[in-house]
């Protein structure tokens, strides 16, 4: 192939989940086979990275100052659900089963990755808090150790600040569909550790 | 989400073998993972959109006149496999059982998608078999109805134009009803080593 094919199929192979063959159909998809696609994915491209930026209130996708969440008058504002990244509230969003709104931290503590408290979007959700709005977080964190770091080092920040507000962690366990014999050691600690009454 | 996102979402949506979920995350990584890979990308494409076209003589993508293959003065000129699209091109060249040089119609003859000898790269192909310099044709079209049209109408043009050349159709191992471009390297081999007379 030509060297400037080469270069784009490299670029797609970056992308997540295109390796070398799905990279290779998508540069002949658009060079050969619809040529015209070309033009308006470069655009949509352009344009989202013109104007796509990060809510100033929670940190999700937006394109005014505020996101679709944050802008909705029939969002809970006083429940603020505290996510990793974007994905996470999108993952959340397509559940339907919440009507809070976010707060979006854009990663998790981690030293090992150099990842420390001033790298994440803690200082927003601490004014939020202060504000007085917020009367429930509900963590929705990774099931790991930076994960419970991360919750560890806000409700610190949290009691320092000195304003009283719920802080729940959302329930880890046996996903649905799936049964005991499948699931890893750590997520059967968090199952047996998370159990709840039921009779 | 917002507009600009979702209208880039579905431009990738329409990319071969991507979907709903993986166009979805390959957004949010342009836009919020790795946001410096997205000018990158940009570019890629638009130089190969811009120098990438078809190599005069064989159909193939080329950046100068000819493409890599008909440029290749240790290619076999006299031998000509004749494929419908690119992608086959490619993965017969993957395979690396075969020397000579392509020729590619950028379709094959389909009545009833009103696809007519017109439409096909047939006339540089009679020109090339005219000028002499071609002994043997080999047909790596599809295993189809269609396929088998195309290679009858072409056989029939030889004919007439009267310059005998030997032609062959590569027939082991392709499955009815499928195309070269999804068949394995060893595959494509027998199918290769394993052509029959066709006229």
Known sequence: MTPAFEKLQKHLKQLPGLGFRSSERI????????????????????E???????????GNLAEGDLCGVCADARREGGVVCVVEQVPDLVAIE??????????????????????????????????????GEVHELILALSNDVEGEATCHYLTEQLAAAGRPVKVTRIGFGIPSGGGVLYADSITLKSALDGRRDYS
Chains 1, 2 share one sequence.
Not at 100 to 116: A, D, E
């Open 27 to 46: 540069a002949l998809h658009l060079l050969v086979e619809k040529p015209e696609r070309l033009p308006a994915l470069v655009e949509a491209l352009q």
């Open 48 to 58: 989202a990275a013109r104007s796509v930026r990060r809510c100033l209130r929670c």
């Open 94 to 131: 397509r559940s339907g089963a919440y009507r809070g709104c976010y707060h979006v931290l854009h990663g998790k503590l981690s030293p090992i990755h150099g990842v420390g408290p001033g790298d994440l979007n803690f200082a927003s959700l601490l004014g939020r808090v202060a504000g």
